[in-house]
T-cell receptor
């Protein structure tokens, strides 16, 4: 799997938008960009994925750079329940997932 | 949506004993399931790929004789930690459906 680079941790205030960056400069043309998150003491949860175009769902938005070498997960209005570790992962089809260290998001009340 | 369950959610066992963890897909069939291990403050580490009706595929460095995987049906995979030791204490997580769905995890403590 191509590698991704994420900040170790980020902080955000409750009810404000959060932008979680991910760099993947060695991404290949067939790699999809996936985001998962893991709440404390739980298994990971799928958030969103995309290939080239920006994507929106009920949980978040995914903004993908035109050259696909970076992407940003956007939580439009963070709540305390969004405090988790967020993982940015590249997958070619249904290749097994290899998790990196992710970004630990702290939400301040 | 699809759900993956694990049982038990937590278990404490004595050193030298074996413990079995179940992973079930509740409303779909899964020919392939994945097993991960996660130590405190660390990321998930893929241990093995469980294939229904055939042998599991283990990642490099994972002892297949210590971590026995059985995928006897399309909805159930089991991970047995044999002769457990304190260093096997960890959070074990399974996933299914091309890893879109993860189980809630099983916390194993070996005393």
């Amino acid at each position: 799997d191509a590698k991704t680079t994420q900040p170790n941790s980020m902080e955000s205030n409750e009810e404000e938008p959060v932008h979680l960056p991910c760099n993947h400069s060695t991404i290949s043309g067939t790699d999809y960009i996936h985001w998962y998150r893991q709440l404390p003491s739980q298994g990971p949860e799928y958030v969103i994925h995309g290939l080239t175009s920006n994507v929106n769902n009920r949980m978040a938005s995914l903004a993908i750079a035109e050259d696909r070498k970076s992407s940003t997960l956007i939580l439009h209005r963070a709540t305390l329940r969004d405090a988790a570790v967020y993982y940015c992962i590249l997958r070619d089809g249904y290749d097994k997932i290899i998790f990196g260290k992710g970004t630990r998001l702290h939400i301040l009340p | 949506g699809a759900v993956v369950s694990q049982h038990p959610s937590w278990v404490i066992c004595k050193s030298g004993t074996s413990v079995k963890i179940e992973c079930r897909s509740l409303d779909f069939q899964a020919t392939t399931m994945f097993w991960y291990r996660q130590f405190p403050k660390q990321s998930l580490m893929l241990m093995a790929t469980s294939n229904e009706g055939s042998k599991a595929t283990y990642e490099q460095g994972v002892e297949k004789d210590k971590f026995l995987i059985n995928h006897a049906s399309l909805t159930l995979s089991t991970l047995t930690v044999t002769s457990a030791h304190p260093e096997d204490s960890s959070f074990y997580i399974c996933s299914a459906a091309h890893e879109q769905y993860f189980g809630p995890g099983t916390r194993l403590t070996v005393t």
